[in-house]
């Protein structure tokens, strides 16, 4: 159970944690209790079997689950995360469920969970290790549930735990204005609904926000015909709220000593959509997921670059095999640098939940950080390296006074004497300074490698020349490395062919073209011992870095030896991508000029420093192109991520793969707008 009332003194969109007080349970235990209402947050007698008691078997998971089918995805929505129980409890199931069920193995759970009030990660820690001492089955679940724990910032986190097929989303904000932002596109088919609610906030009598007509009218929103609810609460207030929108109440008794309960059913006919009439599974009045025609089982993607590499992936664990092609090889373009810097521009946090950076960031890292032990699997270096980083706020759009704002296991201002410690940094005043603790630099070498292992991507060299759309199925058309014509069908198709893509369908915007090149060189003994520690960003950035075995095949480095990167120029529409001196020395002029005292370390003659040129594709409105085309029920796409793919192209490829399936979308409607190929600022060419 959980918070949702408005905190009036806090500013808009600044998440107040929860505070947690204790009292002893019927069985002698210490539990927690909401210390602004005084509520439990959950039974005394059992927490975890009233769980199970009042949301599993209520909304029939149990059987629900068991009937999907392959590929199908199953969706909860929870109203009040609170200590993750409920998860926890629906998490162990669907293992259970998947370990006796074979046809589990490629279906998925959605579990969609709303928080005004979030506990903060160390309190969490402790309640969630009381109960891995009770209840010893959810100590594995425990571990990575909070190793994956978001920063306490407003909007949507992504949590995928890809071992068990299961997605969480987690809301944090006001649980109304959450739900609305949940994009239910009708031309999609199927339409994403919600199957099963778990309505757990605290007692109408302690907390009425969440049992409010908005709550109700999201709730009605976002269900389909058979969509149950289950709730511990029987107040009046529930009753007539379910009622009014849409679903048939039930009474049943409640878990311990409480006398009912409430269960529900989606019964409105005016929900009622040929997609959804054919969701019933034979012999059940309960839902599951529609299919779909058009969800595929064969997708290509045309660029394999980070864009397409990370739509691969999301394709690839949701079941689907994926032909990655390019006219060269994985990385061959602008994604292929020696390392990336994985380091958000950031924004006043009024406007983060729906701060495409800065959400692109926390998600990015949290799948590094995965993919990390995938590759570690493989014996692949590692993709993240976690670092730090330090901005000196040369150019950004927050000063150190919003940086307060932020949680500072996310964000923070070190003094001068902990910037210059971190830093390496001796005469700098560096005292206006972001430090970034989560950030990190990622190996592109070994983010391809990780990918490409997975069984179901394979990649193929083809210089794609033709996109052709059937009622069934897509054509893709091109030359193969020895100049054979090769024609490849699926079931759609996904463009991130960068700049390249507008020639592949004219109806794809044709953006503007960033020429960008870093530069690296190799230092003595006696620089290295004074260059930063840390990345650091200016106007633009620096970072050391090893390079591993492996980097070779992407850029001449030295493997095994410390490499120094600084960069990177931006020189619009130029597409050349040969390696130009003069810019070694647009990027040298840049560094020493926010940092005068490596002016003496970073050595002029540059005859020994080596590059990389790419071409970043930039849209009017600086925001990337993710979504189908108009008039096409086949292509998509998934170009323009700037200089920022390392941080913004994992969340825009899970969005993007979750509208191609009819699922639910970690971005906002108001965001998908703001992406889509066909919006209006898209409409006028470049000048």
Same mark, same amino acid.
């Given at each position: 159970?959980?918070?949702?009332?408005?905190?009036?003194?806090?500013?808009?969109?600044?998440?107040?944690?929860?505070?947690?007080?204790?009292?002893?349970?019927?069985?002698?235990?210490?539990?927690?209790?909401?210390?602004?209402?005084?509520?439990?947050?959950?039974?005394?007698?059992?927490?975890?079997?009233?769980?199970?008691?009042?949301?599993?078997?209520?909304?029939?998971?149990?059987?629900?689950?068991?009937?999907?089918?392959?590929?199908?995805?199953?969706?909860?929505?929870?109203?009040?995360?609170?200590?993750?129980?409920?998860?926890?409890?629906?998490?162990?199931?669907?293992?259970?469920?998947?370990?006796?069920?074979?046809?589990?193995?490629?279906?998925?759970?959605?579990?969609?969970?709303?928080?005004?009030?979030?506990?903060?990660?160390?309190?969490?820690?402790?309640?969630?290790?009381?109960?891995?001492?009770?209840?010893?089955?959810?100590?594995?679940?425990?571990?990575?549930?909070?190793?994956?724990?978001?920063?306490?910032?407003?909007?949507?986190?992504?949590?995928?735990?890809?071992?068990?097929?299961?997605?969480?989303?987690?809301?944090?904000?006001?649980?109304?204005?959450?739900?609305?932002?949940?994009?239910?596109?009708?031309?999609?088919?199927?339409?994403?609904?919600?199957?099963?609610?778990?309505?757990?906030?605290?007692?109408?009598?302690?907390?009425?926000?969440?049992?409010?007509?908005?709550?109700?009218?999201?709730?009605?929103?976002?269900?389909?015909?058979?969509?149950?609810?289950?709730?511990?609460?029987?107040?009046?207030?529930?009753?007539?709220?379910?009622?009014?929108?849409?679903?048939?109440?039930?009474?049943?008794?409640?878990?311990?000593?409480?006398?009912?309960?409430?269960?529900?059913?989606?019964?409105?006919?005016?929900?009622?959509?040929?997609?959804?009439?054919?969701?019933?599974?034979?012999?059940?009045?309960?839902?599951?997921?529609?299919?779909?025609?058009?969800?595929?089982?064969?997708?290509?993607?045309?660029?394999?670059?980070?864009?397409?590499?990370?739509?691969?992936?999301?394709?690839?664990?949701?079941?689907?095999?994926?032909?990655?092609?390019?006219?060269?090889?994985?990385?061959?373009?602008?994604?292929?640098?020696?390392?990336?810097?994985?380091?958000?521009?950031?924004?006043?946090?009024?406007?983060?939940?729906?701060?495409?950076?800065?959400?692109?960031?926390?998600?990015?890292?949290?799948?590094?950080?995965?993919?990390?032990?995938?590759?570690?699997?493989?014996?692949?270096?590692?993709?993240?390296?976690?670092?730090?980083?330090?901005?000196?706020?040369?150019?950004?759009?927050?000063? %150190? #006074? !919003?940086?307060? +704002?932020?949680?500072?296991?996310?964000?923070?201002?070190? =003094?001068?004497?902990?910037?210059?410690? @971190? *830093?390496?940094?001796?005469?700098?005043?560096?005292?206006?300074?972001?430090?970034?603790?989560?950030?990190?630099?990622?190996?592109?070498?070994?983010?391809?490698?990780?990918?490409?292992?997975?069984?179901?991507?394979?990649?193929?060299?083809?210089?794609?020349?033709?996109?052709?759309?059937?009622?069934?199925?897509?054509?893709?058309?091109?030359?193969?490395?020895?100049?054979?014509?090769?024609?490849?069908?699926?079931?759609?198709?996904?463009?991130?062919?960068?700049?390249?893509?507008?020639?592949?369908?004219?109806?794809?915007?044709?953006?503007?073209?960033?020429?960008?090149?870093?530069?690296?060189?190799?230092?003595?003994?006696?620089?290295?011992?004074?260059?930063?520690?840390?990345?650091?960003?200016?106007?633009?950035?620096?970072?050391?870095? %090893? #390079? !591993?075995?492996? +980097?070779?095949?992407?850029?001449?480095?030295?493997?095994? =030896?410390?490499?120094?990167?600084?960069? @990177? *120029?931006?020189?619009?529409?130029?597409?050349?991508?040969?390696?130009?001196?003069?810019?070694?020395?647009?990027?040298?002029?840049?560094?020493?000029?926010?940092?005068?005292?490596?002016?003496?370390?970073?050595?002029?003659?540059?005859?020994?420093?080596?590059?990389?040129?790419?071409?970043?594709?930039?849209?009017?409105?600086?925001?990337?192109?993710?979504?189908?085309?108009?008039?096409?029920?086949?292509?998509?796409?998934?170009?323009?991520?700037?200089?920022?793919?390392?941080?913004?192209?994992?969340?825009?490829?899970?969005?993007?793969?979750?509208?191609?399936?009819?699922?639910?979308?970690?971005?906002?409607?108001?965001?998908?707008?703001?992406?889509?190929?066909?919006?209006?600022?898209?409409?006028?060419?470049?000048?």
């Amino acid at each position: 159970m959980s918070i949702a009332h408005c905190n009036k003194s806090e500013p808009l969109n600044v998440i107040t944690p929860a505070k947690i007080d204790w009292q002893m349970d019927d069985t002698g235990n210490m539990v927690p209790v909401s210390g602004e209402f005084g509520d439990v947050y959950f039974s005394h007698a059992d927490g975890l079997a009233e769980s199970r008691y009042v949301f599993l078997a209520h909304n029939r998971l149990p059987e629900r689950l068991a009937c999907l089918a392959p590929k199908q995805c199953f969706t909860i929505a929870e109203l009040g995360f609170g200590t993750g129980l409920n998860l926890l409890a629906t998490w162990l199931l669907w293992r259970q469920l998947r370990e006796t069920h074979p046809q589990l193995a490629t279906a998925r759970l959605h579990f969609i969970t709303t928080e005004k009030f979030p506990i903060p990660l160390a309190d969490l820690t402790h309640i969630l290790a009381l109960w891995g001492q009770r209840a010893p089955e959810l100590v594995a679940l425990i571990a990575p549930l909070l190793a994956a724990y978001p920063p306490l910032i407003a909007g949507c986190h992504r949590l995928n735990f890809f071992d068990d097929n299961l997605t969480v989303d987690m809301w944090f904000g006001d649980a109304a204005e959450s739900l609305a932002k949940l994009a239910l596109d009708t031309s999609i088919k199927p339409t994403p609904c919600v199957n099963a609610w778990f309505l757990d906030g605290f007692a109408p009598s302690c907390n009425s926000t969440l049992w409010a007509e908005d709550i109700f009218t999201q709730i009605e929103r976002l269900s389909c015909p058979n969509t149950t609810a289950a709730t511990y609460s029987s107040a009046g207030v529930v009753k007539r709220g379910l009622r009014e929108h849409g679903f048939e109440i039930n009474k049943v008794k409640g878990f311990g000593r409480k006398n009912q309960m409430l269960t529900a059913v989606m019964t409105d006919a005016v929900c009622l959509s040929e997609t959804n009439s054919q969701s019933k599974p034979a012999n059940s009045t309960y839902n599951t997921p529609a299919h779909s025609n058009l969800k595929p089982d064969h997708s290509i993607v045309i660029g394999a670059g980070v864009s397409g590499l990370l739509t691969a992936w999301a394709l690839a664990n949701r079941g689907i095999k994926v032909t990655l092609l390019d006219k060269s090889a994985p990385l061959a373009g602008a994604s292929g640098n020696p390392r990336a810097l994985l380091a958000p521009k950031m924004t006043p946090i009024h406007h983060v939940d729906e701060h495409l950076h800065t959400m692109g960031y926390l998600y990015s890292s949290r799948l590094y950080r995965v993919l990390n032990e995938i590759a570690a699997q493989q014996n692949i270096a590692a993709i993240l390296e976690p670092t730090g980083a330090l901005d000196l706020l040369i150019k950004a759009n927050i000063g %150190t #006074a !919003q940086i307060a +704002d932020y949680p500072d296991e996310m964000a923070t201002t070190l =003094s001068l004497t902990q910037a210059q410690d @971190a *830093s390496g940094l001796k005469t700098q005043d560096v005292s206006d300074n972001l430090y970034l603790p989560q950030s990190g630099l990622v190996n592109p070498q070994a983010l391809k490698e990780t990918i490409l292992t997975h069984p179901l991507i394979h990649f193929q060299q083809l210089a794609v020349n033709n996109i052709s759309e059937m009622e069934s199925h897509i054509c893709v058309e091109g030359y193969d490395q020895n100049q054979q014509v090769i024609s490849i069908n699926a079931d759609n198709v996904v463009v991130c062919a960068a700049f390249e893509s507008h020639q592949l369908d004219k109806r794809i915007f044709d953006c503007r073209k960033i020429r960008g090149q870093l530069s690296w060189f190799t230092p003595t003994a006696k620089q290295l011992a004074s260059l930063p520690k840390i990345p650091l960003k200016y106007s633009g950035y620096c970072t050391l870095f %090893t #390079a !591993q075995t492996g +980097d070779g095949q992407l850029n001449d480095v030295i493997e095994c =030896s410390p490499q120094f990167l600084l960069g @990177a *120029s931006f020189i619009r529409n130029d597409t050349s991508t040969d390696i130009r001196d003069e810019e070694h020395q647009i990027s040298r002029d840049k560094l020493v000029t926010a940092i005068p005292e490596l002016a003496s370390v970073v050595p002029t003659d540059m005859s020994l420093w080596q590059g990389r040129a790419g071409i970043r594709t930039q849209t009017p409105d600086y925001h990337p192109i993710v979504g189908s085309l108009s008039n096409s029920e086949r292509i998509w796409v998934m170009s323009a991520m700037g200089a920022k793919g390392y941080a913004i192209a994992p969340l825009c490829a899970e969005a993007l793969v979750d509208m191609m399936l009819g699922s639910f979308t970690p971005l906002s409607t108001a965001m998908l707008a703001r992406l889509s190929p066909n919006r209006t600022r898209l409409q006028t060419p470049l000048t």
